[in-house]
């Protein structure tokens, strides 16, 4: 398997392109603000053809290039039903006062191919399976990926800004919410092999054995001390 990820734009969000192998179709998960250029690099390097783009969730920093992104390659981006208005109206979805200063320069709407993601779905492109799991608290329609171990690669978990290396998403932004957030976690995250390799939105890559020994936030969900009404607010750095 072929993973080639980035970090593109003002807030850093990775950009990941998955194919099987060079010379093959490939798939681009979350082409954020200024990420085209960066996805034709890829592509161009590995000798790729896109078949479609997968959103983990509608906030700007993963979606701002999706139109340029599928219209360039005439391709369909999948989102989850409740984040899709924010592809058309991204400053509903962080609040005004982060979103404004960047929208001049940013295309907003929806590619000319959109498909809805469902909860405990699989989604067939370029050869590869993703299995989706609706994962709710950074935003109501976020979701994550896993791909199956195959070989001697071990399964992969593109996370969005569910789980972070050391830390978890943000709950402090439009449909944010703490306690939902905590329950993906325990839903979707703990039931995985330490082996897993865990993609996220931001910063580098980790595992779920390291995140499950290290991780504060995890580890809380894993030993059932999540009741409280704490929690982080999230690393203003990201959305």
């Given at each position: 398997?072929?993973?080639?990820?980035?970090?593109?734009?003002?807030?850093?969000?990775?950009?990941?392109?998955?194919?099987p192998a060079a010379g093959e179709e490939c798939v681009i998960v979350d082409p954020g603000h200024q990420a085209a250029q960066g996805v034709e690099?890829?592509?161009?390097?590995?000798?790729?053809?896109?078949?479609?783009?997968?959103?983990?969730?509608?906030?700007?920093?993963?979606?701002?290039?999706?139109?340029?992104?599928?219209?360039?390659?005439?391709?369909?981006?999948?989102?989850?039903?409740?984040?899709?208005?924010?592809?058309?109206?991204?400053?509903?979805?962080?609040?005004?006062?982060?979103?404004?200063?960047?929208?001049?320069?940013?295309?907003?709407?929806?590619?000319?191919?959109?498909?809805?993601?469902?909860?405990?779905?699989?989604?067939?492109?370029?050869?590869?399976?993703?299995?989706?799991?609706?994962?709710?608290?950074?935003?109501?329609?976020?979701?994550?990926?896993?791909?199956?171990?195959?070989?001697?690669?071990?399964?992969?978990?593109?996370?969005?800004?569910?789980?972070?290396?050391?830390?978890?998403?943000?709950?402090?932004?439009?449909?944010?919410?703490?306690?939902?957030?905590?329950?993906?976690?325990?839903?979707?995250?703990?039931?995985?092999?330490?082996?897993?390799?865990?993609?996220?939105?931001h910063n580098e890559h980790t595992t779920i054995g390291r995140e499950r020994a290290a991780n504060p936030y995890l580890r809380q969900v894993a030993?059932g001390l999540t009741g409280g009404t704490g929690g982080p607010a999230g690393d203003r750095r990201r959305l």
């Amino acid at each position: 398997m072929l993973i080639a990820g980035f970090p593109a734009g003002a807030w850093g969000t990775n950009c990941y392109v998955i194919a099987p192998a060079a010379g093959e179709e490939c798939v681009i998960v979350d082409p954020g603000h200024q990420a085209a250029q960066g996805v034709e690099d890829v592509l161009a390097k590995h000798r790729l053809k896109p078949v479609a783009v997968l959103l983990t969730h509608g906030h700007i920093d993963h979606v701002a290039s999706v139109v340029p992104v599928c219209g360039a390659h005439d391709v369909p981006a999948w989102i989850h039903p409740e984040d899709r208005y924010m592809m058309s109206d991204p400053g509903k979805g962080i609040g005004r006062s982060i979103g404004m200063p960047l929208m001049g320069e940013l295309t907003v709407g929806e590619p000319d191919d959109v498909h809805e993601l469902a909860d405990g779905s699989q989604v067939d492109l370029a050869g590869l399976s993703f299995s989706v799991d609706h994962a709710p608290g950074h935003t109501k329609g976020s979701v994550t990926f896993r791909l199956p171990q195959a070989g001697d690669v071990p399964q992969v978990l593109l996370s969005g800004d569910l789980l972070f290396a050391g830390s978890i998403g943000r709950t402090d932004l439009p449909g944010g919410d703490l306690g939902e957030l905590y329950a993906s976690l325990a839903r979707v995250c703990l039931p995985l092999d330490d082996s897993t390799v865990v993609l996220p939105g931001h910063n580098e890559h980790t595992t779920i054995g390291r995140e499950r020994a290290a991780n504060p936030y995890l580890r809380q969900v894993a030993q059932g001390l999540t009741g409280g009404t704490g929690g982080p607010a999230g690393d203003r750095r990201r959305l």
